[in-house]
Each structure stands twice: as structure tokens, then as C-alpha cells.
């Protein structure tokens, strides 16, 4: 402990005996240190922060999302420190009066991107931050500057969200227009090449009326003919059956005689022949009766004489027999006719069907492309509506509301630099230079301040050490150098103090 003790003093020594050295060195880094701190321009910082409100009842019903919004926010936010953007505030702040070329003004642009900080705080929150440190300018000026910077930045924020989202609306709502007006200019085209088409190959064409649908249409009518036609010659064949069974003639009684049973039998038959004429079928009830009546009067007709008939006469049942014969093979006639007709005409149908494919085909496309045209068309018009609604309802309504929450700060004194920190660091840099400077001279010198020192140095024993010894005179002169040296090192710390009284001062100047 006392080495360490000895070894303090030793360099205590060491210092004090340099002592002019280091007040030297001290003197020489704060002056340059004090230099450089005040050429370093001050720098005024403004900052501001707005809040943005967004209001949702309306502009959610018609899709005016929020989050749309908040993306639409953070482009804006992103682009506001754009080189078109800066050059509005160099424009409109006292920065363009020292604007006199392009090349300056791209400086002045420069030197903003770098002195404006945008950041978001919250969701609706917004801070923007601006430094000033215009060497052309005072500290009030630059002050002001940096103040009416930040305004300048509200304005562009307001105006980039509010006119901004008009703009695009009114660009977009043409772009659409325009591309609407080229898509019905299209769609017109393939509606009268479709128009064309179907003319052109009329019969050919798939759906309603095509050949295969004529073709399937004119066998369900071949298949219903040939089954008229059945029927029509099963009718036809009963006719003729019940034809030869039918007399052509049937015997009238006398002009005395009440009748016999050859005479009842005509009327029966007769009866019969009407009644089938009319459209009753054997299993009619009366139609059977008759067929009952019919046969026991042919068994009592058989049974009389044969001179008891009268006179003959043409037998009506016989005759409408004979009519309604005709009239089946008329309109078997007219079938067979039909029938043949139909396959004439699909014989035609089948040579023209091979070219059916190709056609289809065709306007197939024509359709697909039709189809693409229009439906393209309707979305765009969906889309320009939709947009157009957008627009009106957030031009005529506050869908979006701004509102300064801290206006921009009027700076009283530097954000940097931080003055009177740096040049109480300096002093201390200063000392601490010239007691170090001292400290590592006394190492370099060839000197022992203890016998020890010289013992261990030299290896050889110290037989003893004599004092210093100062006379009256030597004492005044010493007396009077410290006084010298204290004057010095108090003027160090007076200029010290004069530069921070200097530094209040000029703040108290910008307030």
C-alpha cells in the first residue's frame, strides 16, 4: 500500500514539475477544441404530429376498405419525402431565397432529406420531425425555418391524401372509360361476325334448328308416320274383311207385307255399319247387342222361304263400308307421301351433316370469344361504377378527417449541438491532455526524483541524497511563477465560463 502510495506521489511530482507543460498542452487543446465547437453550425428541430380519423359507415357500404386506406396512407407517407415533394418545401420556405439554379436546389433537396424524419406513432398517428442548421442563416431564422418546414409537410400530407385520391379516382375512372369504349368496340365486331355466321351457314349451326336436331326431329315424325301407317292399314284390312261380309244389296218386303227377318236383318246390319262408321269398337256394348241381334236374325232369315224377300235394294252398310274404306286408303296415301318426303329430306341432311363439325366448331369460337368480350365489359363497367360511387362519396363526404394534434414547436434553443456539454468535455479533454502530457515527459526524461528510483535503475547502493536548497531570492521568483501559473490556469477556466455565458446568451436571443 505505501508503494502505491509513493508511486502517486512520485507521479504527482512528475506532473507538478512540468506543470508550464501541461498548462501548455491544456491551453492549446481547449482553444482548438472550443474552435472546432463553435464552428459546428446549431441545429433547430421542429416537430409536429397530426392524427388522421377515418370514418367508416358510408365508405364501408360502397368498399372504401380502411384498410385500403391505411395502405394508401403509408404510400403517401413513404413518397412524401419524394424529390417532387422536398422541392414544393424548398419552394415555399425561406430556403428558395438562396435558391438561384437547379444545382442548388437539388442540394437544398438533398440537405431536407436528411433533416426530415416521417414516422408513424399509431394506426391514426403521425409525427414529423424537421432540423434546421442554415449556415447562411441565424439561429432565429433557422428556428423559423424549421417550423414553417414541418407546416409545409402537413400541407403535402393533407393535400397528397385528400386531392391526391381525387386525381387517381379521375385517372382511373378515364382509364376505365377508355378501355370500356375499346371492349364495346370489340364486342360489336364479334356480335356482327356472329350475325354473319349464323347466316351464312343457317341450318348448319349446333342448337335449335341444326341438322342434327332436324335429323333427330324427322325420325321421331318417321316413326310416328310408319306407326299411322300401322294402324291405318290394320283399319283398312277390318274394313275390307267386314266388306265381304257385307251384301251389297238386301231384299225389301212387298208393298202389303209387314217385313220378314231378312228385312230386319238389313236394318240390323245397317244399325251396325252406322255404329262402327261413328267410331265404336266391338267391345261397345251396344255394338255387341247388335252382333247378338244380327245372328239369330241370319239363323230365322235362313229359315224362310225364299220368295218372301220382295224386291232388292242397295244395302247402305254396304255402301258406307265402302267410304270409309276409301277415306283409310286416302290417308294412307298421304302418309306414304309424308313418308317419303321425310326421307328424301333426310338423305339431304346426312350428305350435308359431314360439314356440321367444322361449322360447330367455328362458331364455337366465335360464341367463346363473344362470351370473354362481354364479360370482360361488365366487370369494367361494374368496376368504373363502383369507383365513380368511391369517388363521389369521399369528395362529398368526410370519409377522411385530419387534425393537428401538436402544431408545429417554435425551437428555443439547439436540438444540436449540445454546446455547453461539448465544451465542458473540452476543458476536461484539455486538462487531461496537459496532465498526461506532463506524465509521459517525466517517463521520457533521463531524472529519478527518489534515491530509490536511482538505485534500481543504476543497480549500485545510495550511500545518500541532498536536499534542495533555495534562497531568498530563488524563493520570490518561484513565489512569483506560481502566481503566474495560477493566473494562467484561472484565465483558462474564465474563458471557459465566458463561452458558456456567451452560448445562454444567444439562446436567450432565438427565444
Not at 258406307?320 to 283409310?328: F, G, I, K, P
Not at 501559473?485 to 436567450?508: C, D, H, K, P, S
Request: hydrophobic letters at 40%.
Amino acid at each position: 500500500m505505501n508503494g502505491l502510495y509513493d508511486e502517486f506521489k512520485i507521479a504527482v511530482y512528475s506532473v507538478w514539475n512540468r506543470r508550464w507543460l501541461a498548462l501548455a498542452v491544456a491551453w492549446g487543446l481547449c482553444l482548438l477544441g472550443w474552435l472546432v465547437v463553435a464552428l459546428i453550425p446549431n441545429s433547430y428541430e421542429s416537430q409536429a404530429r397530426i392524427s388522421v380519423e377515418m370514418q367508416s359507415i358510408l365508405s364501408d357500404k360502397v368498399g372504401v376498405d380502411a384498410r385500403e386506406r391505411k395502405k394508401n396512407m403509408e404510400r403517401v407517407q413513404e413518397t412524401l419525402a419524394s424529390t417532387i415533394n422536398l422541392e414544393k418545401v424548398v419552394r415555399g420556405t425561406a430556403l428558395n431565397e438562396s435558391v438561384s439554379s437547379d444545382r442548388e436546389l437539388a442540394g437544398k433537396v438533398e440537405m431536407l432529406r436528411k433533416n426530415i424524419e416521417i414516422k408513424s406513432e399509431k394506426d391514426n398517428l403521425f409525427e414529423i420531425t424537421a432540423k434546421s442548421s442554415a449556415s447562411n442563416l441565424s439561429d432565429a431564422q433557422n428556428a423559423v425555418l424549421a417550423r414553417d418546414i414541418v407546416q409545409k409537410m402537413i400541407d403535402i400530407f393533407v393535400e397528397e391524401n385528400l386531392s391526391g385520391d381525387r386525381d387517381e379516382t379521375s385517372q382511373t375512372i378515364k382509364f376505365l372509360d377508355a378501355q370500356l369504349a375499346q371492349r364495346e368496340k370489340e364486342l360489336q365486331e364479334v356480335e356482327q361476325k356472329r350475325v354473319q355466321f349464323e347466316t351464312e351457314n343457317l341450318g348448319l349451326l349446333p342448337g335449335i334448328g341444326s341438322i342434327s336436331q332436324r335429323l333427330e326431329a324427322a325420325r321421331a315424325e318417321l316413326g310416328q308416320i310408319d306407326s299411322q301407317l300401322s294402324q291405318a292399314s290394320g283399319s283398312l284390312a277390318a274394313l275390307n274383311g267386314q266388306l265381304s261380309g257385307t251384301p251389297p244389296s238386301i231384299s225389301t218386303p212387298g208393298f202389303g207385307g209387314g217385313g220378314g227377318a231378312r228385312a230386319q236383318l238389313s236394318q240390323a246390319e245397317a244399325k251396325l255399319a252406322s255404329a262402327r262408321a261413328r267410331g265404336w269398337t266391338d267391345s261397345h256394348p251396344d255394338v255387341i247387342s247388335m252382333k247378338n241381334e244380327i245372328v239369330a236374325l241370319r239363323s230365322q232369315a235362313a229359315r224362310e222361304p225364299a220368295g218372301s224377300d220382295g224386291y232388292r235394294t242397295p244395302n247402305p252398310a254396304y255402301s258406307s263400308l265402302q267410304s270409309m274404306r276409301a277415306e283409310r286408303q286416302a290417308s294412307m296415301a298421304a302418309l306414304q307421301a309424308r313418308k317419303n318426303a321425310l326421307q328424301a329430306d333426310m338423305a339431304q341432311l346426312v350428305s350435308k351433316q359431314t360439314m356440321e363439325p367444322g361449322v360447330a366448331a367455328e362458331m364455337s369460337r366465335i360464341n367463346r370469344d363473344h362470351e370473354v368480350l362481354k364479360s370482360q365489359y361488365d366487370k369494367l363497367l361494374a368496376d368504373r361504377e363502383q369507383i365513380k360511387l368511391r369517388g363521389q362519396v369521399e369528395s362529398e363526404t368526410d370519409s377522411l378527417k385530419f387534425r393537428v394534434i401538436d402544431p408545429p414547436s417554435s425551437p428555443r434553443s439547439p436540438a444540436a449541438p449540445n454546446r455547453p456539454l461539448l465544451l465542458a468535455m473540452v476543458l476536461i479533454v484539455g486538462i487531461g491532455g496537459g496532465v498526461g502530457a506532463a506524465f509521459a515527459m517525466g517517463h521520457l526524461q533521463t531524472s529519478y526524483p527518489t534515491a530509490d528510483k536511482l538505485q534500481k535503475a543504476s543497480g549500485l547502493p545510495v550511500i545518500g541524497s541532498v536536499s534542495e536548497i533555495l534562497t531568498n531570492a530563488q524563493r520570490a521568483i518561484n513565489k512569483k511563477k506560481l502566481r503566474v501559473f495560477y493566473g494562467t490556469t484561472g484565465a483558462l477556466f474564465g474563458v471557459f465560463g465566458m463561452l458558456m455565458i456567451v452560448e445562454f446568451i444567444q439562446r436567450g436571443m432565438v427565444a
